[in-house]
Every structure is written in C-alpha cells, then in structure tokens.
C-alpha cells in the first residue's frame, strides 16, 4: 500500500483555527490521504457522485485496489435544505468506514472526515474559501 504523507493527526491542525468564511464557490472535494491514488482529488457535484472503480463512477478509484467495487461501492450526496454533504453505503460485500467506524447506513460527512474503501483512504474537504483550499491542497498532495 503506499504510504501518504497527509497523516490523519496532520490534517488536525487545519481543524483548529481554520474559520475563514465560505466566500467562494469551489467546490468541495474527496481527496485520496492514504493507499493506491494517494494525491488524487475529485470535486464533488451538488447532487449525486457514486464512487467506484469504473470509468463512469464520478469518484473513480481505479488505482488497484480491488477491494473498491466497480461501480457504487458508495454514493456522496447533496442535502440542499440542510447546505450537507451525506455519504452512503451501496451494500457491497467491503464495508465502508467513516473515521474507523463502520457505516451502515447514510450520514453526514464533516469537515476532514476519513472515508476508507478497502485499502484506500479519503478525505472530505468540503468548500472552505481560497487560503484554505489551498492549504489543503497543498498538505494533501505533497510527496
């Protein structure tokens, strides 16, 4: 599995102090921290974004881990009323976590929330506003 080195306890530091206010509209996104794709980012639509292997999966995590389905292994959607993303379980035999916890069902996602699908680990960031966008991006990615 390879090793990012976006450890979880790193990603902390951005949750104390990190008060900007949403002022722009980027997109939020899922990031790969951790196994096969570690650095990939995918922007997430405001409706329905299904996360699989297959070319047709919004999140398409066809990195070889083939404990990820081919096709909606997990779905993230958007709750307008509530301005949320939520993520939930597609019922594939590999369970999905949500920091360590299996999900069972459909909940919402927070800020800097893990998601791991087999041997691969996400990351929600949702929009955050240009410095700390950046931020992220940056820490998420770097080698």
């Known amino acids: ?58 999140i398409q995590l066809d990195f070889g881990d083939s404990y990820v389905s081919r096709e909606n292994h997990a779905t993230i959607l ?23 916890r299996i999900l069972l069902g459909t909940e919402y996602l927070d800020k800097w929330d893990h998601i791991h699908i087999g041997k691969t680990t996400l990351c929600f960031a949702p929009s955050t506003g240009g410095r700390s966008d950046q931020h992220v991006t940056q820490h998420a990615t770097k080698h």
């Not at 958007?78 to 360590?100: F, H, M, S, T």
């Open 78 to 100: 958007y709750d307008e009323a509530q301005g949320r993303y939520l993520i939930r379980w597609e019922g594939k035999p590999n369970p999905v976590r949500l920091n360590n």
């Open 1 to 58: 599995m390879q090793a990012c080195v976006a450890e979880p306890d790193q990603f902390d530091r951005y949750r104390i102090g990190d008060d900007l206010p949403v002022t722009d509209l980027s997109p939020a996104r899922i990031m790969v921290i951790n196994g096969p794709g570690c650095g990939s980012s995918f922007s997430l639509s405001e409706s329905v974004s299904s996360i699989g292997r297959n070319d047709d999966q919004a």
